[in-house]
T-cell receptor
Framework: QQKVQQSPESLIVPEGGMASLNCTSSDRNVDYFWWYRQHSGKSPKMLM?????GEKEEGRFTVHLNKASLHTSLHIRDSQPSDSALYLC?????????FGSGTRLLVSP | DTTVKQNPRYKLARVGKPVNLICSQTMNHDTMYWYQKKPNQAPKLLLFYYDKILNREADTFEKFQSSRPNNSFCSLYIGSAGLEYSAMYLC????????????FGPGTRLTVL
């Protein structure tokens, strides 16, 4: 059964610091990787997606993908208290969508 | 409008009773999904509709039913709720394709007593 593993389970970084989150899929048929962010009491919202090897940057957020190892990482620089949330990684292949259990990020002021 | 709506937001059900949850979207998305999320666990895909075609996951096949009377609405039906069904149920929709972003609703928190 396909699994998506995320690490760490939880992370505390100081305001202004760098947060690094990891995600690995066990399914070689995965085509796309997604990062969703879920603030407390809210629904998950897509933060970034990456479909090909390499790096993608959007503002303070950078995502890397290594398709050979099916590993993606999300890096948040200059972390803000508003970045405190649950970060969910998802991998899709065809119509199959599998989520990881998430990394809970706390940015301390 | 990228809103996915779910009703009710909170549902209390008795063991053995049926439960019906509703989801709607106005983005004309072909695909609608239902996930079950328990604390500290990954959202688990229960089923999804691509247009009028229902796909149910093998391990939840007999536990959940669904209907999609039109493109905008999708329901999740539990015939006989058990304690293990207590969870957050998330509905999402997307256009067709694995490269399509999913838009999530606010969820329905189901508590079975």
């Amino acid at each position: 059964q396909q699994k998506v593993q995320q690490s760490p389970e939880s992370l505390i970084v100081p305001e202004g610091g760098m947060a690094s989150l990891n995600c690995t899929s066990s399914d070689r048929n995965v085509d796309y990787f997604w990062w969703y962010r879920q603030h407390s009491g809210k629904s998950p919202k897509m933060l970034m997606s990456i479909f090909s090897n390499g790096e993608k940057e959007e503002g303070r957020f950078t995502v890397h993908l290594n398709k050979a190892s099916l590993h993606t990482s999300l890096h948040i620089r200059d972390s803000q208290p508003s970045d405190s949330a649950l970060y969910l990684c998802a991998a899709t292949g065809g119509y199959k969508v599998v989520f990881g259990s998430g990394t809970r990020l706390l940015v301390s002021p | 409008d990228t809103t996915v709506k779910q009703n009710p937001r909170y549902k209390l059900a008795r063991v053995g009773k049926p439960v019906n949850l509703i989801c709607s979207q106005t983005m004309n998305h072909d695909t609608m999904y239902w996930y079950q999320k328990k604390p500290n666990q990954a959202p688990k895909l229960l089923l999804f509709y691509y247009d009028k075609i229902l796909n149910r996951e093998a391990d939840t096949f007999e536990k959940f039913q669904s209907s999609r009377p039109n493109n905008s609405f999708c329901s999740l039906y539990i015939g006989s709720a058990g304690l293990e069904y207590s969870a957050m149920y998330l509905c999402a929709s997307s256009r067709t394709g694995g490269d399509a972003e999913q838009f999530f609703g606010p969820g329905t928190r189901l508590t079975v007593l």
